[in-house]
Antibody, heavy 116, light 110 residues
């Protein structure tokens, strides 16, 4: 069964940085587009970013463009999200997911809290 | 990147059918047949229920079905069961190569 495990969530001050990781297994990692999706506690889902199978193309939500960077390492079956200039409104559970267009299989999420 | 529009809540009695709508624009729902639906229980990750408008992944009950008309997609759950009570979200791929989600619908089984 597909496995995707996020890590790196923490409490960080406004203006700070954080790097999330997602370790994947049990599927052909290098063949899939990958996504980051976030969910503030008690609220709805917000798509954050996606990266193409080869890492060449990436796209971002307006709310994070210029502050977040998605990347992947196909040799390590890993996906990353570098988050800079963090704001209180970035507080959320962050999920990694695979999916050619929309996300299909999701990890269990990691919590990022931005607070002073 | 405006969110897709879903009703905040829907309800039905056991055995009944309910339908949740998901309205977008010509840039997302109306552009492609790349609409998905997810079920989410409290404290859990979303689970894919429908992809590409009307396809069910392996292991998803035939009670769940999807359709689309114009800029609106629909999720129908037939033979409603108590354990269907959850939040349901739609998503769509867009012409800008991004993804947009609906605001979510809380299903209550009466």
């Amino acid at each position: 069964e597909v496995q995707m495990v996020e890590s790196g969530g923490a409490v960080v001050q406004p203006g700070g940085s954080l790097r999330l990781s997602c370790a994947a297994s049990k599927f052909t990692f290098e063949s899939y587009t990958l996504h980051w999706v976030r969910q503030p506690p008690g609220k709805g889902l917000e798509w954050v970013s996606l990266i193409s199978w080869d890492g060449i193309s990436s796209y971002y939500a307006d709310s994070v463009r210029g502050r977040f960077t998605i990347s992947r390492d196909n040799s390590k079956n890993s996906l990353y999200l570098q988050m800079n200039s963090l704001r209180t409104e970035d507080t959320a559970f962050y999920y990694c997911a695979k999916g050619v267009t929309t996300p299909d299989y999701w990890g269990q999420g990691t919590l990022v809290t931005v607070s002073s | 990147q405006s969110a897709l529009t879903q009703p905040a809540s829907v309800s039905g009695s056991p055995g009944q059918s309910i339908t949740i709508s998901c309205t977008g624009t010509s840039s997302d729902v109306g552009a492609y047949n790349y609409v998905s639906w997810y079920q989410q229980f409290p404290g859990e990750a979303p689970r894919l229920m429908i992809y590409e408008v009307s396809n069910r992944p392996s292991g998803i009950s035939h009670r769940f079905s999807g359709s689309k008309s114009g800029y609106t997609a629909f999720l129908t759950i037939s033979g409603l069961q108590a354990d269907d009570e959850a939040h349901y979200y739609c998503s769509s791929y867009t012409i800008s190569n991004t993804v947009v989600f609906g605001g979510g619908s809380k299903l209550t089984v009466l």
